[in-house]
Every structure is written in C-alpha cells, then in structure tokens.
C-alpha cells in the first residue's frame, strides 16, 4: 500500500513537471496514449 501511494506521488509529480513546461501538445502527446481508450 506504501509503494502504491509513492508510486502514485511520482506519476503525479511528472505530470506537474510535464504541464508546467507549457508545450501542452507534446505533453498530450507523451501523456494520453498511455490513458488507453
């Protein structure tokens, strides 16, 4: 259960990193094909 919630911390924080450079298309890029269908 530890490891699930800092595994889920460090999705989280490379989201933020990812949005915060600001080229929204290549963050969606990288980002919503691994979302699925």
Known sequence: ????????????ARHRAMWALGDYSAVAA????????
Not at 1 to 12: G, L, P, S, T
Not at 30 to 37: D, E, N, R, S
């Open 1 to 12: 259960m530890i490891e699930e919630r800092e595994q889920d911390a460090a999705v989280k």
């Open 30 to 37: 990288q980002v919503i094909p691994q979302l699925g269908a």
